[in-house]
């Protein structure tokens, strides 16, 4: 299995709601990331986990809270995010240092929405 | 002709003919960069990649090459293909202590007509 699933693939969310985000892998790879995409921009990195540890935060605001539960899945928690957050969020995995380089992979990315 | 560095947002060509991107990098201490192909609705997608230590690698109808003085990469892609239409970006591997990451260049859409 070389895929990385998201879900959902579309969320729409007010200002005052709490949603989640899912990515799951299986592909045994023990980092996994969090990008933010705007329209027409590069992805952005976010937030780096290594060996379920929090090993990155790109100064990203205290309303995006990540989690992971285990070496496969990684969540992001969202909680009275801004119009501006609105952007497709991408989750990605590969193999730590030492091991081959391309073996990584994107999911599709949830397109979210704040209204 | 197009001048070495040059990144272009847009790039349009016909079927058949060859593809020339290019992309600038920052950190003059990364030692490994990879394309990507971004479709629309879709995350990115592994294209090729380079170590430091080569300025050049070959795959199927794609080419990079790495030319380390300007800090500058290139993909290529021979005899263009309407599927090629997308937006590509360069990524540079920035590895530390911390963890291992991307980090994304401007990305150019390239636009294959018939």
């Known amino acids: 299995d070389t895929e990385v699933t998201q879900t959902p693939k579309h969320l729409v969310m007010g200002m005052t709601n709490k949603k989640s985000l899912k990515c799951e892998q299986h592909m045994g790879h023990r980092a996994m990331y969090w990008y933010k995409q705007k329209a027409k921009k590069p992805p952005e990195l976010m937030f780096v986990?290594?060996?379920?540890?929090?090993?990155i935060n790109e100064s990203v605001p205290s309303r995006f809270s990540p989690e992971c539960p285990n070496s496969s899945l990684l969540n992001l928690h969202l909680h009275a995010l801004q119009p501006e957050d609105s952007a497709l969020y991408l989750c990605?995995?590969?193999?730590?240092?030492?091991?081959?380089?391309?073996?990584?992979?994107f999911g599709p990315g949830t397109r979210l929405t704040v209204l | 002709g197009e001048s070495v560095g040059l990144h272009l947002p847009t790039l349009s060509v016909q079927e058949g003919d060859n593809s020339i991107i290019n992309c600038a990098y920052s950190n003059s201490a990364s030692d490994y960069f990879i394309w990507y192909k971004q479709e629309s609705g879709k995350g990115p997608q592994f294209i090729i990649d380079i170590r430091s230590n080569m300025d050049k690698r070959q795959g199927q109808r794609v080419t990079v090459l790495l030319n380390k003085t300007v800090k500058h990469l290139s993909l290529q892609i021979a005899a263009t293909q309407p599927g090629d239409s997308a937006v590509y970006f360069c990524?540079?591997?920035?590895?530390?202590?911390?963890?291992?990451?991307?980090?994304f260049g401007k990305g150019t859409t390239l636009s294959v007509s018939s």
């Open positions: 990524a540079e591997i920035l590895a530390n202590q911390a963890g291992t990451a991307l980090i």
């Open positions: 990605a995995s590969w193999g730590e240092r030492g091991s081959s380089y391309n073996e990584q992979f």
């Open positions: 986990y290594s060996y379920e540890k929090l090993s």
